[in-house]
């Protein structure tokens, strides 16, 4: 049951790598053979990894990039570090980037690169005994990632109609990193929402107060705010049980949330949040844990300190629960029922999935993710800065020369303000 992951851009680059590596220290790799959990470093290692003739593990992963550099850098790292390796050949770059270019990525780098890198992954299909699908990882605000990488996952959906595609995608910081990111998000989502089966939103703004806060970080880094994304996207992955008893795969994770149609995206918070140096000794109680990610839910923190003033329950179309580590027998995951939406059928509404497995080494972890209305504001608020901008025509003309049209813009804002609309009714 093989996922294969793509890393697209600089922002998917770097944060896969972090990915990689978290799955990695999760399962043991380089501590003695005795203290692998055999079972659990099996299924990881078969669904996230392959292996080379000397037994070493190898990522399932294509990297792609329209410049060299972040490319050749994690390449590098993944080799220092030597737990585990990426195949070289499995990626794609060129001498030229997407300059935070939405249409650029899509049209015209796309037209010379979208062959080779279906190439690449039809190579890491044919190589696998049983595809679970694929895990395109992304910033929706820069140009390679969000241009590039939803034309590639759009190709996936064409190319494996019957795999599932779950995103990773970065949402970028409120404060805006550069001038037209808004049209880039906007865009990357109008497209993905047909081509994506789940949209796993990692926001720029909710990582950095986590590691800045939680983890006690003055000045947070990409890379430190890769790695709180990276033990998010891992909890949720790696192999657990359902209340059913039996594995979950990749292909599991967009039903258990109900995703369908413009309700696709997935809210991600975990707890215990304490640095990783200090995971190992973390003795916090699961009715502590739910405790705290109740209450983050009330006041839509991303943290489980300082949280404020509650307020309204979100409105679910589903969440998934995922429980990590000992004592699962007291688990009770009921004060994490959301309020269901009105379509949503009483008892579906939350999903459970365990793992005795000590994640990363703590004693306990949880991991809530949501389909909810709590994505409305920040939808709201790209909505409004990216139509304020188009409709003074500023910075079209950086879009247009690469082949996007005023009218192919203006069906984004339709396809957005459909997604909102969507998840506004969800309370009426």
């Given at each position: 049951m093989s996922v294969i992951t793509l890393q697209i851009g600089q922002c998917g680059n770097q944060l896969g790598y972090e990915f990689f590596n978290a799955l990695a220290e999760d399962i043991g790799v380089g501590q003695p053979e005795g203290r692998h959990d055999r079972d659990y470093y099996g299924l990881s290692s078969e669904r996230f990894f392959t292996a080379d003739p000397q037994g070493n593990l190898l990522s399932s992963a294509v990297l792609v990039d329209t410049e060299q550099k972040v490319v050749g850098s994690v390449l590098k790292e993944a080799c220092r570090v030597n737990r585990w390796h990426y195949i070289r050949d499995a990626c794609y770059t060129s001498a030229q980037g997407a300059g935070n270019n939405w249409a650029l990525g899509y049209f015209e780098h796309a037209e010379k690169a979208l062959g080779p890198i279906c190439e690449l992954v039809r190579r890491h299909v044919e190589q696998r005994d049983w595809l679970d699908g694929f895990l395109p990882i992304l910033s929706l605000g820069g140009g390679t990632g969000s241009g590039l990488g939803t034309k590639l996952t759009e190709a996936l959906r064409d190319r494996y109609p019957n795999a599932p595609v779950v995103n990773a995608v970065v949402w970028?910081?409120?404060?805006?990193?550069?001038?037209?990111?808004?049209?880039?998000?906007?865009?990357?989502?109008?497209?993905?929402?047909d081509s994506a089966d789940a949209l796993l939103v990692l926001g720029n703004d909710a990582l950095h107060r986590v590691a800045s806060q939680r983890w006690a970080l003055?000045?947070?880094s990409l890379a430190e705010m890769n790695a709180v994304a990276a033990r998010q996207l891992a909890c949720?992955?790696?192999?657990?049980?359902?209340?059913?008893?039996?594995?979950?795969?990749l292909g599991d994770v967009a039903p258990a949330l109900g995703c369908h149609g413009a309700l696709k995206q997935v809210g991600l918070m975990q707890v215990p949040q304490e640095p990783p140096?200090?995971?190992a000794f973390s003795c916090s109680a699961w009715q502590g844990l739910?405790?705290?990610?109740?209450?983050?839910?009330?006041?839509?923190?991303a943290t489980d300190e300082a949280m404020g003033a509650e307020?309204?329950?979100?409105?679910?179309?589903?969440?998934?629960?995922?429980?990590?580590?000992?004592?699962?027998?007291?688990?009770?995951?009921t004060n994490l029922t959301p309020r269901r939406a009105h379509f949503v059928e009483a008892g579906s509404e939350l999903n459970v999935w365990t793992s005795s497995h000590r994640f990363l080494g703590a004693g306990r972890t949880l991991l809530l993710a949501s389909?909810?209305?709590?994505?409305?504001?920040?939808?709201?608020?790209?909505?409004?800065?990216?139509?304020?901008?188009?409709?003074?025509g500023a910075y079209l003309h950086h879009y247009t020369r690469h082949g996007l049209q005023p009218e192919d813009m203006a069906e984004a804002f339709v396809r957005v303000e459909q997604m909102i609309a969507a998840y506004k009714q969800l309370s009426k």
């Amino acid at each position: 049951m093989s996922v294969i992951t793509l890393q697209i851009g600089q922002c998917g680059n770097q944060l896969g790598y972090e990915f990689f590596n978290a799955l990695a220290e999760d399962i043991g790799v380089g501590q003695p053979e005795g203290r692998h959990d055999r079972d659990y470093y099996g299924l990881s290692s078969e669904r996230f990894f392959t292996a080379d003739p000397q037994g070493n593990l190898l990522s399932s992963a294509v990297l792609v990039d329209t410049e060299q550099k972040v490319v050749g850098s994690v390449l590098k790292e993944a080799c220092r570090v030597n737990r585990w390796h990426y195949i070289r050949d499995a990626c794609y770059t060129s001498a030229q980037g997407a300059g935070n270019n939405w249409a650029l990525g899509y049209f015209e780098h796309a037209e010379k690169a979208l062959g080779p890198i279906c190439e690449l992954v039809r190579r890491h299909v044919e190589q696998r005994d049983w595809l679970d699908g694929f895990l395109p990882i992304l910033s929706l605000g820069g140009g390679t990632g969000s241009g590039l990488g939803t034309k590639l996952t759009e190709a996936l959906r064409d190319r494996y109609p019957n795999a599932p595609v779950v995103n990773a995608v970065v949402w970028p910081f409120s404060s805006g990193e550069v001038a037209v990111q808004a049209y880039n998000v906007l865009l990357s989502l109008a497209h993905l929402q047909d081509s994506a089966d789940a949209l796993l939103v990692l926001g720029n703004d909710a990582l950095h107060r986590v590691a800045s806060q939680r983890w006690a970080l003055r000045s947070a880094s990409l890379a430190e705010m890769n790695a709180v994304a990276a033990r998010q996207l891992a909890c949720l992955l790696q192999p657990s049980r359902g209340t059913q008893g039996l594995h979950t795969r990749l292909g599991d994770v967009a039903p258990a949330l109900g995703c369908h149609g413009a309700l696709k995206q997935v809210g991600l918070m975990q707890v215990p949040q304490e640095p990783p140096a200090v995971a190992a000794f973390s003795c916090s109680a699961w009715q502590g844990l739910v405790r705290s990610l109740h209450k983050m839910q009330l006041c839509r923190s991303a943290t489980d300190e300082a949280m404020g003033a509650e307020g309204k329950p979100p409105t679910c179309v589903a969440s998934l629960a995922v429980a990590r580590g000992e004592g699962l027998s007291s688990f009770d995951a009921t004060n994490l029922t959301p309020r269901r939406a009105h379509f949503v059928e009483a008892g579906s509404e939350l999903n459970v999935w365990t793992s005795s497995h000590r994640f990363l080494g703590a004693g306990r972890t949880l991991l809530l993710a949501s389909n909810s209305d709590a994505c409305i504001p920040q939808l709201d608020s790209l909505v409004n800065r990216a139509w304020g901008r188009f409709t003074e025509g500023a910075y079209l003309h950086h879009y247009t020369r690469h082949g996007l049209q005023p009218e192919d813009m203006a069906e984004a804002f339709v396809r957005v303000e459909q997604m909102i609309a969507a998840y506004k009714q969800l309370s009426k």
